[in-house]
C-alpha cells in the first residue's frame, strides 16, 4: 500500500510574532492531542553556505528529522519560526507547513 501524504501551508506573519502568539500556543496544544508535526521548508543563497550548516546543525541539536536537505520535520512549531525568521532576515526563503496523513 502506498503512503500519501497532504501538507497544508501555514503562514505566520513574521513581523508580528507577539500578535500571534497565543494562536502559536493553541496551535502546539492542538499538535500534542493529535500528534502533528510540522514541516520547515528553506532555501538560502549559496554564498551562505556557512549560515545553511548553522540552520542545520541547529535543526539536528533539536532532534528534527531530515526529510531532504532543506526539508525538516518537527513538533516544535515556535522554535521552527525562529528558524525561519533567521532565514529570511539573511535574504533566504523559509515556509513552515503542517503535516497532514490523509491515507497510511
Known sequence: MGRYLRIEIT????KKFKDT???IQKLEWCS????LSFIIAF???????SFKLNVNR????MKAEMIQRSLWKHENLEE???IATLIKNVGG???????????E
Do not use: C, T
Not at 532555501?43 to 553556505?49: M, N, Y
Not at 541547529?58 to 541539536?61: P, Q
Not at 526563503?93 to 491515507?103: D, P, R, Y
Open 11 to 14: 503562514k505566520v506573519k513574521v
Open 32 to 35: 500534542k492531542l493529535v500528534n
Open 80 to 82: 521552527l519560526i525562529r
Open 93 to 103: 526563503k523559509a515556509v513552515i507547513m503542517e503535516e497532514k496523513f490523509i491515507f
Open 58 to 61: 541547529r535543526l539536528k541539536r
Open 43 to 49: 532555501d538560502i543563497p549559496s554564498q551562505l553556505k
Open 21 to 23: 502568539q497565543k494562536g
